[in-house]
């Protein structure tokens, strides 16, 4: 049997060693994943530039689902995969481009590549190994892509190999949905490898060589003897060095080396700030505009290391802005709080204290934990923002800056409530910038107070409005999914289901995967009655996030509807083994238990769920159930009471406590809730039925 392997050794030359003992399938490829050759997604950009050639030839298809993906993170590749899901923002220029992608992107891109190995494999035919080295210093996006391969391929089908240093995982800071330190522990074997001691004074010999070696291998050999031949380098010598490296690299016209090596030889050449800087702030331009946030914080710190704040204000201010940016966007909002208030100590320029003011609101009211959120004080700050861009001097920047702040105050009113407030500030930027920009300048920006009016429409209620607006926005921009997804939501609260349903089947084919555009749709099928469609979403969706407790209700309660109660009773448990007090898993096992006339598992299965929820309908009707045919007219009855005064318009509900009044002659109430349930569904025939049985019971002979 087939089986993922985590190798373990201190040194490189080691983990090699040891990984070519193994007994293992053909390489589909071998690669590096240290962060310093290529930056985010080195070792996934190896890959996709390794297959995606036979992939084009072999299956095609492939490359139109998974082309973003592909191009996103494998960037020398955009000339060969022709790019169909391009949006406005990808399309909009840096200067003009107002949107960034959210932190969960990298997550969701993950799965999109996932999906596309796995599909490419099944193609190509045959079992392979894909090894990578170097895994303890990859870059966050590489750790979790390797984190989310190793959880969901086959190793039949790809069998993983990573090697790391012996050293814990050192986890990415800030939250962490897929650690690949975890993935490791749970889905691989684990071999360590020698620990052989080096006297490296010993072996470095041919400084020079040695020393060349390591600087043109990216500085990535922990080799002591290679270090200490660099170390012993004059220091001249070894600027030199990093020189030709990085003008050496930069002839080969690889973009992902400007992410990486290029600016690491730079920071190390001769000129630093002339070079470097200007390399730097590429390179995190970049990962900015591709969500590539750990990245992008660790670009801006190295960048704010070369720069003086006293005579280089401008790169400064630069750095210290994408720095908390990156921070914020990465989830990291107490190092984000820290980086604005540093900026606002160090700077008296009117453009940093603006971005801090409107950065601190949005922590604020967005990205704080919900206990920690303050809308009082995101009101204070986001209102010396709109001050700040009313004393701008030049006529269209303050009407722009105007209008962008007020549109972060649009949120603060949101989150107060006071949601008229928000659609009048929401309006009224879209008519100030339809009067100060008539050509249509700022259109992803326009685009965006847009999505902000229609969210709010909804949120008041507004939703035929809403439908229209999110209509005209993807007439703009059609290719961006979450329009889709949203408009998917309100159709189907107007009760358009068909529409509903399109509209989240483009969100899907639009969008990297991510599992509540998957849940949604399995929740409308089993709505609409596809209960095999449902199935297929809400599987795929626990193939996508395990932990998902909804999706293990609803896919249990459908198998429990098709009868299959083997099925139901397996998904119930594993989704208890997530959350042990879930209360509607519960009440799918009492009703499996019931079913199977296990009644006292039963009644303890129910009991469970309503300690969690009192008003949970389905275990007061089970229980309920259980009880009458344990004789226990009194407990049937109070729990279908309390079902009723939970729901009292269920036809459902009335009719089975009707049953129960029957049975136990109390016809005249059984009579009162028949005529309840007739006049909410009147056209169920087991009503008109039991309406008919009850008169002639309670008819004199």
């Known amino acids: 049997m087939a089986e993922h392997r985590w190798i373990r050794a201190p040194r490189q030359r080691d983990r090699v060693a040891a990984r070519s003992e193994l007994a293992l399938p053909p390489a589909l490829a071998v690669v590096n994943a240290h962060r310093r050759l290529r930056g985010p997604y080195t070792a996934v950009g190896t890959l ?3 297959i995606v050639p036979d992939a084009l030839d072999r299956c095609p298809d492939l490359m139109q689902r998974h082309d973003t993906e592909i191009i996103d993170t494998a960037p020398e590749l955009r000339g060969t995969v022709s790019a169909t899901r391009e949006t406005l923002t990808s399309r909009t220029p840096v200067p003009e481009r107002t949107r960034f992608y959210a932190r969960l992107r990298t997550l969701r891109m993950s799965h999109g590549l996932v999906d596309f190995v796995a599909d490419y494999l099944r193609c190509l035919g045959g079992k392979h190994t894909l090894i990578v080295d170097d895994a303890h210093e990859a870059d966050p996006t590489d750790q979790e892509f390797l984190a989310v391969l190793l959880r969901r391929i086959d190793p039949e089908l790809l069998t993983v190999v990573v090697t790391t240093g012996t050293n814990p995982l050192v986890q990415p800071p800030g939250p962490v949905t897929e650690p690949l330190g975890l993935a490791l522990e749970a889905h691989c074997i ?13 072996e470095a010999t041919d400084v020079s060589d040695l020393a060349r070696d ?65 390399a730097l702030r590429h390179a995190l331009e970049h990962c900015q505009n591709v969500g590539c946030y750990h990245a992008m914080a660790e670009l801006s710190a190295r960048g704010l290391a070369l720069v003086n704040r006293e005579t280089d204000e401008e790169q400064w201010k630069h750095f210290v802005a994408k720095l908390a940016a990156a921070f914020s966007a990465s989830g990291r909002i107490d190092e984000a709080h820290l980086a604005y208030e ?96 008539p050509s249509g300048e700022w259109l992803h920006f326009r685009t965006i107070l847009r999505y902000n009016r229609c969210q709010v429409l909804a ?78 979403d809400f599987s795929y969706v626990l193939e996508l996030q395990p932990d998902f407790v909804d999706a293990w209700v609803n896919r249990a309660g459908l198998y429990l509807e098709l009868g299959d109660l083997d099925a139901a009773e397996r998904d119930a448990a594993t989704g208890l083994g997530h959350d042990p007090d879930t209360p509607h898993l519960h009440a799918v096992l009492g009703q499996i238990h019931a079913e199977r006339g296990d009644y006292p598992a039963a009644r303890s299965a129910f009991d469970r769920a309503l300690a969690a929820d009192p008003d949970l309908i389905s275990a007061l009707s089970g229980r309920a159930a259980v009880a009458h045919e344990l004789g226990d007219v009194e407990i049937a009855l109070a729990d279908l009471s309390h079902a009723v005064e939970v729901q009292p318009d ?24 028949l005529d309840v349930a007739r006049d909410l569904d009147p056209d169920d025939p087991d009503v008109a039925d039991a309406l008919a049985a009850v008169k002639g019971a309670m008819t004199p002979s």
């Not at 684990?190 to 010993?202: F, H």
């Not at 010598?237 to 090596?261: M, P, V």
């Open 650 to 673: 269920n036809p459902l509900l009335r009719f089975n406590r009707a049953f129960v009044y029957q049975h136990s002659g109390q016809w005249e109430r059984a009579l009162a809730d």
């Open 459 to 536: 949120s008041l209620g507004r939703l035929e409005e809403s439908v229209d607006s999110y209509a005209e926005l993807i007439d703009i921009d059609p290719n961006w999914a979450e329009y889709h997804f949203d408009q998917a939501g309100i159709l189907r609260r107007l009760g358009r289901l068909e529409e509903s349903l399109a509209e989240y089947t483009e969100a899907i084919r639009l969008s990297s995967p991510f599992p509540e555009v998957f849940y949604n749709r399995g929740d409308l099928r089993a709505e609409m009655g596809d209960v095999e469609g449902a199935i297929a």
């Open 190 to 202: 684990r071999l360590d490898g020698p620990n052989q001691v080096i006297d490296a004074a010993a």
């Open 214 to 278: 390591y600087v043109f291998g990216g500085c990535i050999d922990d080799d002591p003897a290679a270090i200490v031949a660099y170390e012993r380098l004059d220091a001249e010598e070894r600027k030199r060095l990093h020189d030709a490296c990085a003008t050496e690299l930069g002839a080969r016209e690889e973009f992902s080396l400007l992410l990486g090596a290029i600016p690491y030889h730079l920071e190390r050449g001769s000129d630093p700030v002339g070079a470097a800087v200007p």
């Open 342 to 437: 540093e900026a606002r100590r160090g700077s008296t320029s009117p453009l940093v204290h603006i971005q801090a003011a409107y950065g601190l609101a949005m922590l604020y009211t967005r990205h704080y934990d919900p206990e920690q959120r303050d809308h009082q004080a995101a009101l204070g700050w986001i209102n010396l923002a709109i001050a700040l861009a009313g004393a701008m001097t030049e006529r269209k920047v303050r009407e722009f800056n105007t209008v962008w702040y007020r549109n972060g105050l649009a949120l603060v009113e949101l989150h107060l409530g006071n949601l008229e407030e928000a659609l009048g500030l929401l309006d009224d930027g879209i008519a100030r910038l339809e009067e100060e920009f």
């Open 48 to 50: 996709l530039r390794a």
